[in-house]
């Protein structure tokens, strides 16, 4: 169905079919690299013999090609799902290429990142690394004086 279609839109737009070959292209040798289908993947068509054994490099070459072809159009693809930026909320996708300025901004403003060690950590993690801390903040509760029964101020 997809192929049938996308030799129609050649005539309607060209430059789109262009692009969209190339991600059904992805896709099939994907699937054939990776057996999204559970099957053995490149293993079954090399048993069919359609493949042959040693062409799993020549498939992993050219699926690496597609990524770089593909990628100047990679956010013009995601834009037409028409996802709002909100919901996607996602630094990596600009038209500017700024990613990485972007991706480091991001990081800078998140409220996670405030402190060198979260709160998390003190509260859960240190006593599975270290479960002689708990051990030693007990010891170090029963050797602390009791508090006092008076009052503060009231001796």
């Known amino acids: 169905f997809f192929k049938k279609r996308l030799t129609e839109l ?10 969209l070959k190339l991600v059904f ?12 289908d559970r099957g053995g993947g490149f293993g079954d068509f090399v048993a069919a013999g359609v493949l042959p054994h040693n062409g799993q490099g020549q498939l992993l070459r050219r699926i690496k090609q597609l990524l770089k072809d593909i990628r100047p159009h990679a956010v013009p693809l995601v834009d037409g799902w028409n996802i709002p930026d909100f919901l996607l909320n996602s630094v990596l996708g600009r038209y500017d290429g700024r990613v990485y300025e972007s991706l480091y901004e991001s990081t800078r403003n998140e409220p996670l990142n405030e402190t060198d060690i979260s709160e998390g950590y003190y509260k859960h993690l240190q006593y599975l690394l270290h479960p002689e ?6 010891a170090a509760a029963r050797a602390a004086p009791a508090p006092s029964a008076t009052p503060p101020g009231r001796l």
Do not use: G, N
Not at 10 to 19: C, F, G, I, K, L
Not at 25 to 36: A, G, H, K, P, R
Not at 133 to 138: G, L, M, N
């Open 10 to 19: 050649e005539t309607q737009s060209p430059r789109v079919a262009s692009v």
């Open 25 to 36: 292209e992805l896709f099939c040798l994907t699937v054939m690299d990776q057996s999204y």
């Open 133 to 138: 801390r708990r051990r030693d903040e007990a």
